[in-house]
C-alpha cells in the first residue's frame, strides 16, 4: 500500500521513534513516504479522482480530500466539533483559517465526512457549530 503525506508531516516519519502514539502502537520505525503531497494535488482512486486539499491545524500537513460532492475532512472538522490542536504541531490559528477559508467556502449541500463519527454537510456545520460559528 502506497503511504502519502503532505510535505510538512514528513518530518514527522523521521521521529516517529519519540512519539507517544507510536510506543503506545508499538511502532519502531516508519517506511518513507511514496508520495508527498501538496494543497490542490489529485489522487488517482480507480476512475474517480480526489483534490488535496491543504487544511492545517490538527498538524502543519493535516488534508482534506475533495471528491465529487464530498469533502472526507479527516481530523478538521468534524459534525459539530473540529479537531485537536493541542498535539505536537497543532495550532488553532490554523485551524480556524483552514475551515474559514477553505472548508466553509464550499456550497451548503457539501457532505462532510469526518475520520471520526456522523457525516454532515457544509452548511450545518455553518449554522451549528459552536466552534466555527
Not at 516508519?30 to 498538524?59: A, C, E, Q
Not at 488553532?92 to 454532515?120: A, C, Q, R, Y
Request: proline share 8%; with cysteine; aromatic share 6%.
Amino acid at each position: 500500500i502506497p503511504l502519502y503525506i503532505h510535505s510538512a508531516d514528513s518530518p514527522m516519519l523521521g521521529n516517529v521513534k519519540q512519539s507517544e502514539m507510536a510506543a503506545f502502537l508499538g511502532v519502531i520505525d516508519s517506511p518513507s513516504p511514496d508520495h508527498l503531497l501538496n494543497d490542490g494535488d489529485k489522487i488517482k482512486i480507480g476512475k474517480s479522482f480526489l483534490r488535496v486539499i491543504h487544511t492545517p491545524g490538527h498538524s502543519p500537513g493535516s488534508v482534506c480530500f475533495l471528491g465529487d460532492g464530498f469533502l472526507l475532512s479527516g481530523d478538521t472538522l468534524f459534525l459539530g466539533g473540529v479537531g485537536r490542536t493541542d498535539l505536537p504541531g497543532g495550532s488553532w490559528k490554523d485551524m480556524e483559517s483552514s475551515i474559514k477559508n477553505k472548508i466553509l467556502t464550499m456550497p451548503d449541500e457539501m457532505i462532510v465526512l469526518p475520520g471520526h463519527g456522523p457525516f454532515t454537510t457544509v452548511g450545518q456545520e455553518k449554522r451549528a457549530n459552536p466552534f466555527i460559528t
